[in-house]
């Protein structure tokens, strides 16, 4: 799903036009970004955390000349999902499951 198809999604189910829903929708990620360039948690109950982490220093190779390059530390988004979320994901391979079992 692209942000396109989850504007026209939402424009659909709330009857808001397209333009105000990409508004919303740009506004949300845009404040999801800041928080988080900023090294704040964004919690959002039934869906999931987004936090950043630091990432330490590691050796790693080059794959093409085999020499060792050292990566430096760095900070990355994460995701971790809800519980709510992750039922939500399985319940569809539990459901194949159940008639395939």
């Known amino acids: 799903m692209t942000k396109a198809d989850l504007v026209?999604?939402?424009?659909?189910?709330?009857?808001?036009?397209?333009?105000?829903?990409?508004?919303?929708?740009d506004g949300l990620l845009d404040s999801v970004c800041r928080a988080l360039s900023e090294g704040k948690h964004l919690e959002i109950r039934g869906f999931g955390t987004f936090k950043v982490r630091e990432?330490?220093?590691?050796?790693?190779?080059?794959?093409?000349s085999g020499t060792e390059v050292l990566v430096p530390a760095k900070l990355v988004p994460v995701f971790k999902p809800s519980r709510e979320l992750k039922a939500l994901v399985l319940e569809p391979a539990n459901q194949e499951q159940t008639v395939a079992g």
Do not use: L
């Not at 026209?8 to 929708?25: D, F, K, L």
């Not at 990432?55 to 093409?64: D, E, V």
């Open 8 to 25: 026209e999604e939402i424009a659909v189910a709330t009857g808001i036009s397209r333009n105000h829903t990409a508004i919303i929708v």
């Open 55 to 64: 990432r330490r220093a590691r050796r790693a190779r080059n794959p093409r």
